[in-house]
């Protein structure tokens, strides 16, 4: 491993009865960094992170963290805390039970549990039972387990399900927070416009192959989004722009062009003689570049 991966994978691949779940996949997460992974449903996201953490083999390819593969950690629960395949606690245990189960068995000192449940917002719910918390509360019990030997890698599978707004901006900024610390984080979600508000990075795979890694400006900068223009005459506008190799989608109050930037548009407009009432650039959304790289298939 190269200093500045936490997690990185190569050829990693995993076949269920001869159906490839992941293909050859990939994968790198810097420290410092949030990475957004994104993919349809069944397209390998969860497979791939238990596989990260040990709970399934892979049938070839590697996969590490730190530079070992999990098994091979020193002291995993200060290496790596993970949520994956969601969270499930015993309903008639109070949640510091919970943590304190989990810090016995990975040796942890018990006055961290108290710390964690304060971290997540449940200090005053932490004798409640779990069987009383609502999903959000058992989704903010999850991360403090997650976060419990105060690991430098997270693997968060859908750690907003079931959180109000209020929770997910929570979220947002803990994590923000947990990678400005120098923690590598590695969270998949089926909120799209989250993870674009989140994310410093991010995977998208289809058919358990990674089909983009980049930064999350890198690929809707590179998607495009357009220009939007509207003017006194948008029907001349709109010929001189398509005379001028631009393609036009006309709108109600304007007009949408495509291969075109708003400097050009402009010169086109001035050169016509038409007066504009609107012109300003439109980035592309994360949620479009993701449908086109996923095209055929369902969403998240």
């Not at 809707?220 to 001349?236: C, N």
Request: some cysteine; proline content about 4%; glycine content about 14%.
């Amino acid at each position: 491993m190269t200093e500045q991966f936490a997690v990185v994978t190569r050829g990693l691949t995993k076949s269920f009865g001869g159906e490839l779940a992941v293909d050859g996949l990939d994968l790198e997460v810097p420290m410092g960094r949030i990475v957004g992974f994104l993919g349809p449903n069944g397209a390998g996201k969860s497979t791939t992170m238990r596989m990260l953490i040990g709970l399934t083999a892979p049938t070839s390819g590697t996969a590490t963290i730190m530079g070992r593969p999990f098994r091979d950690l020193d002291d995993p629960a200060r290496t790596v805390g993970s949520i994956v395949d969601g969270v499930g606690y015993h309903p008639g245990r109070r949640g510091i039970e919970e943590l304190r189960v989990s810090a016995a068995a990975a040796g942890l000192p018990r006055a961290r549990c108290e710390e964690v449940l304060e971290l997540v917002g449940l200090k005053d719910a932490g004798r409640k039972r779990v069987g009383k918390y609502s999903l959000g509360m058992r989704q903010r019990l999850g991360i403090a387990q997650a976060m419990l030997g105060d690991p430098k890698v997270l693997l968060l599978d859908e750690p907003a399900n079931g959180l109000d707004p209020e929770g997910i901006q929570w979220v947002r900024r803990l994590l923000r927070h947990l990678a400005d610390e120098g923690r590598a984080v590695l969270v998949s979600s089926h909120l799209i416009g989250e993870v674009s508000r989140l994310a410093d990075d991010v995977v998208v795979i289809r058919k358990g192959r990674k089909v983009a890694q980049a930064s999350v400006a890198e690929l809707t900068a590179t998607a495009g989004g357009g220009v939007r223009v509207a003017s006194a005459d948008d029907v001349a506008l709109a010929a001189a722009l398509e005379r001028a190799g631009g393609q036009v989608a006309r709108g109600d109050g304007g007009l949408m062009v495509g291969q075109l930037d708003a400097g050009a548009v402009g010169r086109v407009a001035l050169e016509s003689g038409v007066a504009l009432n609107e012109l300003r650039p439109v980035a592309a959304e994360l949620e479009d570049v993701f449908m086109e790289l996923t095209s055929g298939e369902e969403t998240v």
